[in-house]
């Protein structure tokens, strides 16, 4: 076994809390390729939730036999109740 300077441990808790802090304050940055279009500026954009209208006809709620999927699905897995909140 080999022996380390006694304030090495605390050097490395120091090293490691400046190092999250300092990611934890960068702020990311856009090349040109990944701005957005020039003509998304001045667009209005809707975003619809499925989810959050009422449902009109439980009858023709999909069902787990329409919505077994094509791959095998893990151990556990299941499909989760329209109703379900």
């Not at 990944?34 to 975003?47: E, F, G, I, M, T």
């Amino acid at each position: 076994m080999f022996r380390t300077h006694p304030a090495i441990p605390r050097l490395l808790l120091g090293a490691i809390v400046a190092a999250a802090s300092l990611t934890a304050t960068a702020q990311p940055t856009l090349k040109g390729s990944q701005l957005p279009p020039a003509w998304a500026k001045d667009v209005v954009w809707y975003q619809i939730f499925v989810e959050r209208f009422s449902n009109g006809n439980p009858k023709n709620d999909p069902t787990p036999a329409t919505m077994a999927p094509s791959f095998l699905a893990p151990p556990g897995w299941r499909i989760t109740p329209w109703v379900h909140n």
